[in-house]
């Protein structure tokens, strides 16, 4: 890559990086990509369950996953717990994503799928009114938002997780 091999002059100079251009990818690139990530995340996804303590612990856990993306980590979690239920919230391409990472595990019993158009206001989703949480999952998503959308999103999330519980 273009700019890894720049990075060595960078850090030895201050030279500057080249200006990374946006590379449009095709479907099959983009699916590629995607699944090369879930790759990378399972290690990660499997030592979150570990840190947690699923399955041990912490048992028959209420699961929000937003952001899901293929389910890496909401997956993995509910595997380790065999009472763990799990509600996955994301976008359209990816909740079908997720759709093939749960029944590739033998999960569709355990799962509630939510799918929305946006992440930025989980207050208008209504599979969520009412709703309170063991634990609610975001792994890979905040990185993404601006300081201020990362607090709104933590002031809605206040009245998912129940009180003692925790985000992750």
Sequence with gaps: DKHWKELALHVKTGAPLPICEEVELNDQDYLFNKASEEWMLTPAALAAAQVLDMGKTRRAVRILEIGCGSAVFGATLA??????????????????????????????????FIETETLDDLDAVPELAGQTFDLVLMAGLLHQKTSGECQRMFQQLHTLIKPTRELA
């Design 79 to 112: 595997h380790s717990d065999p009472n763990a239920v799990i509600s996955l919230i994301d976008n359209e391409f990816n909740i079908k994503r997720a759709r093939k990472t749960v029944a590739s595990i033998g999960l569709e019993h355990k799962v509630t």
